[in-house]
């Protein structure tokens, strides 16, 4: 009796063994053959022999996925009509693929194949889904992204963040409430989208997520919530509630002085509760903006001294240093004025606004002497201040033309000047606070 069950034994076994075998031959040929159909772009002759090897060992290659979505989406794309029974099947099975993938990644990366987390699967997943879905289920849609987004964030695929904000832009479309909430996507997007670009090692990744940043913006600009405005009524409200929370403040500031909005009540408000838990050249010029909308000079330039003392980088500096020079000019303070737009050049040599501002500074109190002809000399100066402007910074050279077109005509008559001594190419001191020499022409 025991020799008779060890023989039975031995013959189960062996035929288990043989199932195996055979099982794995199948596996084997199955993934050969889809394969080879899927490079010669015959995806109904891959679909038996992938749905195969999908159903009896979907973790054998990962190209059973990757085949798998090109066998359904090319099967997909030869039905017009997305309402067929033929249709939707497929694309059930385009979805479940997908789940599959996501559901085996942890055993894929257990044989040591490198693949995307299920994080950014589920974002592909997402994508493809508003790619091929009979009727797309907005809310859907983004749930899977945001999803997706808020795990993998720079580690995104770039169609995933374009279609991440691209459906937070259909929800707002149905939902005026969701506006905070599309622009904090947008924020979030598109810092991705520039740590991905910053990471990327080759030329072609870098150029992918650029124009993906690109279209991230220009769906924001012409979302409708770009106007300060809108912004205003969104954000103002909130600052004060969030006094406390830095990082919901930063925000704040980052939208408004990306869309050219620090005149507003929030940016100024926020940058001031910012200062006050963290300060910060760019909390410290919003500081300074909204003490200059108080009617406080003083105020307001000190707070651009305490931003120029925080900044590192120097274009920066120069531009809150010029920012200072306006502020003080608006309050006839013009020698002090000066000083702040030479501070800026100091900072960036190549800088041709704050020439142009010591221009018009020149131009705005010409009178220093008792003869009208000396006092027409000022004007020379100006010219100088603007022939400078464009040398330095060829991109102010329209605006500085213009400009050296109309003071010229206020430069003395060669005869007035004559009668007091001067001709052109003589030297004359500017008097008065100005005291800079110039040429006569």
């Known amino acids: 009796m025991k020799i008779k069950t060890l023989v039975a034994v031995l013959f189960l076994s062996a035929g288990a063994t043989t199932v195996v075998a055979q099982d794995d031959a199948n596996c084997n040929s199955n993934s050969s053959i889809s394969h080879e159909a899927v490079k010669a772009g015959n995806f109904k002759d891959a679909y038996t022999p992938w749905k195969a090897v999908l159903e009896n060992c979907p973790t054998l290659r990962f190209y059973t996925f990757t085949d798998g979505y090109k066998i359904l989406k090319g099967l997909l794309g030869q039905i017009k009509d997305r309402n067929s029974a033929e249709y939707k099947k497929y694309f059930d099975e385009l979805m479940n693929t997908h789940d599959l993938r996501m559901k085996y990644t942890q055993d894929l990366l257990g044989k040591g194949v490198k693949v995307s987390s299920e994080d950014e699967a589920l974002g592909i997943k997402a994508v493809d889904y508003i790619a091929f879905a009979p009727k797309v289920d907005v809310n859907q849609a983004y749930d899977w992204l945001k999803k997706s987004v808020d795990a993998a964030k720079a580690e995104s695929a770039a169609a995933t963040l374009f279609y991440f904000l691209q459906m937070s832009h259909d929800k707002l479309k149905e939902d005026p409430a969701h506006k905070e909430q599309f622009i904090q996507d947008y924020l979030a997007a598109s810092e991705y989208a520039d740590d991905a670009i910053a990471a990327a090692d080759k030329e072609s990744v870098k150029k992918a997520f650029g124009g993906i940043k690109d279209n991230l913006v220009a769906l924001f600009i012409n979302s ?111 020698s002090q004025a000066r000083s702040y737009a030479q501070k800026a050049i100091s900072f960036n040599e190549n800088y041709g606004a704050p020439y142009i501002l010591i221009a018009n500074l020149y131009a705005m109190s010409p009178n220093w002497s008792d003869e009208s002809a000396l006092n027409k000399c000022t004007y020379f100066a100006v010219i100088d201040k603007l022939q400078k402007a464009k ?21 003395p008559q060669a005869k007035d000047l004559f009668m007091l001594g001067y001709k052109a190419g003589d030297r004359i001191t500017i008097g008065g606070w100005i005291g800079e020499s110039t040429t006569i022409r």
């Open 224 to 334: 409708g919530t770009a106007d300060c405005e809108s912004l205003q009524g969104i954000y103002g409200p909130k600052v004060e509630t969030n006094q406390t929370d830095l990082n919901y403040l930063k925000k704040v500031i980052s939208i408004m002085k990306m869309m050219k909005c620090t005149d507003s009540d929030a940016y100024q408000q926020a940058s001031f509760y910012v200062y006050k838990i963290e300060p910060s050249a760019e909390a410290a010029t919003g500081c300074a903006y909204q003490a200059y909308k108080k009617g406080d000079i003083d105020g307001s330039v000190k707070f651009f001294d305490e931003a120029i003392n925080l900044e590192t980088d120097n274009a920066k500096k120069a531009e809150k240093a010029y920012a200072a020079a306006s502020v003080l000019t608006t309050a006839k303070k013009l």
């Open 391 to 411: 040398s330095v910074d060829p991109s102010v050279t329209e605006e500085v033309n213009k400009m050296i077109s109309r003071y010229s005509a206020y430069t």
